[in-house]
Each structure stands twice: as structure tokens, then as C-alpha cells.
């Protein structure tokens, strides 16, 4: 079954909403439980501000002469010990007492604007102003109590507890995002890191030539499945081309060591019967004209077998260019048909040759004649080794932007499945000695320096049928 995948843009979209999710969980239990530890050791922020409306009542109900000891006793008990300071002032705003570390005066301006109202104070305080009458009812001064909107310990002990609960209150969210995005960055690396060292280490073995491996393909990650498929891909390409590579490095081997043989063969028959001339004349006897033709006939045979090779270097090299001329075409092969059909007459096989000219106006054709001239050699070369006895046929038709060229011999033609091997290097097909099986590879590479076609086939009665289609102003590849 295969794995489900999922795109990395996908994975992470879900990723951060999962780490926002579960942060906010967990903060929402934090809190919780920093709640639950408050009510039992701390007070509220407002808790404070809320006790000023009973100590607003008593002060009022407490009436006497403020502005003495007694008054200030009176304060101390009505006022608790922590949470609230407070300074009294007369009406006129002079400091009379209080425990709060300002002893400074207040203005009589804004004790008239500020009573019975609350204000900002210094700092981080609040400032509440509560008028103070004595028996009489008469305005003897102005309480001013100060407070703060924070959290604070039940005792004075607990500050500390007082701040590790204000921090952890304030940074719950941002730790636990912090903590989730780190767990899960973490779990992604570990699964990018096991396909990642894969790919580490099987560009090692690609390097060291080893393509014997596979990779895992249980990934989920869409963009990461996609990488080794193609990294997979890749080295089945690679392992295909260098047994390609290695299969025709193969072939090559076997070819040059038949054509090594096909060498030394007429070689051999040269130097045996260089040796039987000298074996003669040492005797007396008379053997020249009955060796000399075997001589010459083995001699061109492996001066033909080292052209060829000489001409598969030199059409294989980088540097090889063609050497177009322009020239007229009906007089070319009509020079090159009138020399076929007399090496053909001297071997007793029957020649036909025939030009078509269909142009609409005579003209030139951009080509190299000396290469074309190899490559119509190498067929006449192919058809007289096959068609023994009997008949080659040699046409060509004009056209005004190609020219078609058909080779046609009356031998046994290419076997099922050969069309197409014959135009490889050292193809020998049903193998003759004395060629290496390269001259239709010649031809086929001059073919196609020109922009031309050749392909091979079987005639319907029989034969071979080399059929080249070429432009006439002919451009190099």
C-alpha cells in the first residue's frame, strides 16, 4: 500500500497551527493553576481599591480632631498595616502626618479639585482624597490614601512568590510556544535528516561508481518523495548507460581483436607466400605470377581494413568538418554511375543506373562531393561483396529543395531485426572476413554531417535497399 504524502508547505501550515493549539491549552492550565494558588496567597490587583469605600464609611462615621495624635491613632486602626499609605493635610494642603515617604504639601487648589475623587499619584499609585471633619462637621483636612493596581502577597513574606507567579503568568504563552515550535522543528529534522543522508550517501556511491542501492520510499513528505524518486530515477538512467557503456566497450573489444584476425589473416597469406617466392628462387623455380596476384589481392584487402578504421577516427573526431563545394549534380553522378557500371562489368555483375530530374530549374548543390563519393564506394563495396553474378541498381532523383538516392542489389538482403544494426560500428551481421563492418557506419556519419537521411530495408522481390534522402543546399551539423 502506498504511503501518503503530504507537501512540506501543508506539514508546516499544520505544524504551526498544532504548536499554536497546544500552547494555548496548556497556558489556559497554567493559568488555571496559578488561580487556584493566588486565591490562597495573594490579593487581587484591585484588592485594595476595593476596601476604600468601608474606609471612606468609618472615617466618616469616626469624627474627632484629626489633625492631632489622636487622630492619627485612629487612623492606624482603621487603615490596614499593608497595601495602603496615606498622608493627612490640613485644608490648606500642609503636611500634618502620615506613613507615606512623600511629606511634601498639596496645593489647596487641588485638594478643592481632587476630593472625593481618585487620581494618579506618584509612581505606580493611585491616589484617593477623603475629606476629614471633626465633631462640628467642619472640614478639618483632607486623608489621602495611596494604593497600587497589582498583584500582592497575602504577607509581606511572599513577594517573591508574588513575582515568580507575575512572570510565569506573563511568559506562560510565550515559553510554551517556544518549547512546542522546538519539539516539533526537532521531529522534522530527524525525519528531513534520514532522507537527506541517503541522498549524502548515495552521491558517495555514485562518486565510488556503485549504483547498487535503493532508497527508502516510505517518506511522507510530498517534495522529499519526489527528490528520491528522482534521484532514483537517475541512478536506474546511470546504471542503464554504463551497462550501455560497458556492453559496448564489450562489443568494441571483440570487434577490434575479429578485426585484428581479419588483419593478421592477410598478412599471414603474404608473408607465406613472400616466403614460398624466396623458397623458389633459392630452387630455381618460378613462382612469381602465381603468387603476385594473392599477394596484391591480400594487400588490398588490409590496406582497405586500416582505411576504414582511419576514416572512423577521423568522422568520429570533434574537429572533423565537411568541405562543401557547390557543384552540378547530374554531372556528378553521371561521372560516378559511368564508374560503377565498368567495375561492375570487370566482376560480371549487371549495372542499372538512371537520373530523374524533376527540378522546375537546373542549378548547383551545396555538398561535399569527395565524402558523398565515400559513401556511394562503401555501398558499391557492400553490394559486389553480396550480389555475386548478379545486379545493382544506382538511381537518383532531383528535386528542387532534395535529392533521393536509391541503392538497390539483387544479393540476400538484411536479415529480420538487422535494418537498423547495420549502421553501427563493427555491425558485421552475417560476417564475411577481409571487412571490418564499418562502412555503412562511415556512411551513415557522412549522412548525417550533410542534414540527410539513410535507412536500409529489403526489396519486395528480394535484395537490399539503401535509400539516402539529402538536401540540396545542404547545411553542417
Keep these: 500500500m502506498a504511503v501518503k504524502t503530504v507537501p512540506i508547505r501543508t506539514r508546516l501550515h499544520r505544524m504551526i497551527a498544532v504548536i499554536l493549539l497546544l500552547s494555548f491549552v496548556c497556558t489556559i492550565m497554567t493559568w488555571g493553576g496559578l488561580l487556584l494558588i493566588s486565591e490562597k496567597n495573594m490579593n487581587y490587583a484591585n484588592h485594595y481599591e476595593n476596601m476604600i469605600p468601608a474606609i471612606k464609611e468609618r472615617v466618616k462615621q469616626s469624627k474627632g ?12 486602626s482603621l487603615l490596614p498595616k499593608e497595601g495602603i499609605s496615606y498622608k493627612v493635610v490640613d485644608h490648606a494642603g500642609v503636611y500634618q502626618y502620615g506613613n507615606f515617604g512623600d511629606h511634601a504639601d498639596i496645593p489647596e487648589r487641588d485638594i478643592l479639585e481632587n476630593i472625593n475623587t481618585v487620581e494618579h499619584g506618584p509612581g505606580k499609585y493611585f491616589v484617593n482624597y477623603i475629606p476629614l471633619f471633626d465633631k462640628r462637621d467642619a472640614m478639618q483636612g483632607v486623608l489621602l490614601l495611596y494604593y497600587t493596581l497589582q498583584v500582592t502577597p ?8 508574588v513575582r515568580i507567579w507575575s512572570f510565569s503568568f ?6 510554551y510556544i517556544l518549547l512546542f515550535t522546538l519539539l516539533f522543528v526537532s521531529r522534522l529534522s530527524r525525519q528531513l535528516k534520514i532522507p537527506l543522508s541517503q541522498l549524502m550517501e548515495a552521491t558517495a556511491r555514485i ?16 517534495e522529499i518523495r519526489e527528490l528520491t ?6 541512478r536506474d538512467e546511470l546504471a542503464e548507460s554504463l551497462q550501455r557503456e560497458w556492453n559496448t566497450q564489450k562489443e568494441r573489444k571483440n570487434a577490434i581483436a575479429a578485426l585484428a584476425h581479419d588483419i593478421r589473416t592477410p598478412l599471414t597469406v603474404i608473408q607465406g607466400h613472400v616466403e614460398g617466392l624466396e623458397e623458389a628462387h633459392r630452387k630455381g623455380i618460378d613462382r612469381f605470377e602465381q603468387y603476385l596476384p594473392v599477394i596484391k589481392s591480400n594487400i588490398s584487402s588490409a590496406v582497405k581494413l586500416v582505411h576504414d578504421l582511419n576514416q572512423t577516427a577521423i568522422l568520429d573526431s570533434d574537429s572533423f568538418s565537411l568541405n562543401k563545394i557547390s557543384f552540378d549534380p547530374e554531372e556528378f553522378f553521371t561521372e560516378k554511375m559511368g564508374e560503377y557500371e565498368l567495375l561492375c562489368a570487370r566482376q560480371g555483375v549487371q549495372f542499372n543506373s538512371a537520373i530523374h530530374d524533376n527540378r522546375t530549374e537546373s542549378g548547383t548543390i551545396h555538398a ?3 565524402r558523398l563519393t565515400q559513401v556511394f564506394d562503401n555501398l558499391l563495396s557492400n553490394s559486389l561483396r553480396f550480389a555475386k553474378n548478379g545486379a545493382i541498381s544506382f538511381s537518383v532523383q532531383l528535386e528542387d529543395e532534395r535529392f533521393e538516392v536509391t541503392w538497390i542489389d539483387n544479393g540476400p538482403g538484411f536479415s529480420d531485426g538487422q535494418e537498423a544494426k547495420i549502421f553501427e560500428s563493427f555491425y558485421q551481421g552475417n560476417r564475411r572476413k577481409g571487412h571490418a563492418g564499418l562502412g555503412l557506419y562511415i556512411a551513415k556519419s557522412i549522412i548525417d554531417k550533410h542534414g540527410g537521411l539513410i535507412k536500409a530495408g529489403n526489396a519486395v522481390d528480394g535484395g537490399a535497399v539503401i535509400s539516402i534522402s539529402l538536401p ?3 547545411t553542417s551539423r
Excluded: C
Design 65 to 76: 480632631d484629626w489633625l492631632d495624635g489622636s487622630g492619627k491613632e485612629m487612623l492606624d
Design 154 to 161: 497575602v504577607h509581606e513574606s511572599q513577594t517573591g512568590l
Design 170 to 175: 506573563a511568559a506562560a504563552p510565550f515559553v
Design 207 to 222: 562518486r565510488d561508481k556503485d549504483l547498487q542501492f535503493h532508497f527508502n520510499q516510505e517518506e511522507k513528505i510530498t
Design 229 to 234: 524518486n528522482a534521484f532514483e530515477q537517475m
Design 368 to 370: 561535399d562531393p569527395y
Design 472 to 474: 540540396t543546399g545542404l
